[in-house]
Nanobody, 123 residues
């Protein structure tokens, strides 16, 4: 069982940066692939980024590639999402998710979810 708590969201102007954190409980955090997803009002939850258990492999949605960076610190049971050059279309609730094993980009492949943190980018 893994419990996830996101933090770091907020209001930022276009072009600005935010760093989201996701703190996980459980001693087996290092065996889980982690993902970040987001959901804008009236839209389905969509994939943003994912990272393998070791941190050695990452994958990004085309819409954030080159602007967002996912990383993890297994000693701190925490995964991060550094978001640079933010755009108004990045406005959404951001969720972190975990799954045991390899990384995937589909919502349905993740077993554990946090409660989400709001990111709002003003133009």
């Amino acid at each position: 069982q893994v419990q996830l708590v996101e933090s770091g969201g907020g209001l930022v102007q276009a072009g600005g940066s935010l760093r989201l954190s996701c703190a996980a409980s459980g001693r087996t955090f290092s065996t889980y692939a982690m993902g970040w997803f987001r959901q804008a009002p009236g839209k389905e939850r969509e994939f943003v980024a994912t990272i393998v258990w070791s941190g050695g492999g990452t994958y990004y949605a085309d819409s954030v590639k080159g602007r967002f960076t996912i990383s993890r610190d297994n000693a701190k049971n925490t995964v991060y999402l550094q978001m640079n050059n933010l755009k108004p279309e990045d406005t959404a609730v951001y969720y972190c998710a975990a799954r045991h094993g390899g990384y995937y980009t589909s919502v349905k492949n993740y077993d554990y979810w946090g409660q989400g943190t709001q990111v709002t980018v003003s133009s």
